[in-house]
């Protein structure tokens, strides 16, 4: 039997990070909460017994990278703190994506969950081709 996987997604922002949770039996991402620091996504980590982070890389809509040194920075203080795995997903309209599910409701704490749980999904759905 193969071991169930806890995925953490995040929506990083300099303000306020989105999480997003889902496990490899399931497959399907969902808002779990807003969090402002590192400090506070590595304690949702151990609380979820998440084994793999995946996280929204900012993309210019050609395609190419965002030159973004917080976000990198960031990415690689997650990396050496939490020993997981950590998978970049671009991130491109998530946030207009999210804005569009959340209905009439704008509230921005929601908006980065949402946007969270679109850049986890399609990392599972390009999981299962």
Do not use: C
């Not at 993309?59 to 203080?77: C, H, I, L, T």
Request: no cysteine.
């Amino acid at each position: 039997m193969n071991k169930i996987l806890n995925y953490l997604g995040l929506d990083w922002g300099e303000k306020r990070i989105g999480l997003a949770t889902a496990d490899s039996e399931v497959r399907l991402a969902l808002p779990l909460k807003t969090v402002a620091n590192l400090a506070e996504v590595l304690s949702v980590l151990k609380e979820e017994e998440t084994n793999v982070i995946v996280i929204g890389a900012p993309q210019k809509m050609s395609g190419e990278a965002a030159d973004n040194p917080a976000w990198v920075s960031f990415v690689a203080q997650l990396r050496g703190k939490s020993g997981l795995l950590v998978e970049t997903v671009d991130e491109r309209l998530s946030s207009l994506a999210a804005d569009a599910l959340g209905g009439e409701d704008k509230e921005t704490a929601g908006r980065d969950e949402i946007a969270a749980s679109i850049i986890l999904q399609s990392y599972l759905d390009k999981l299962n081709g």
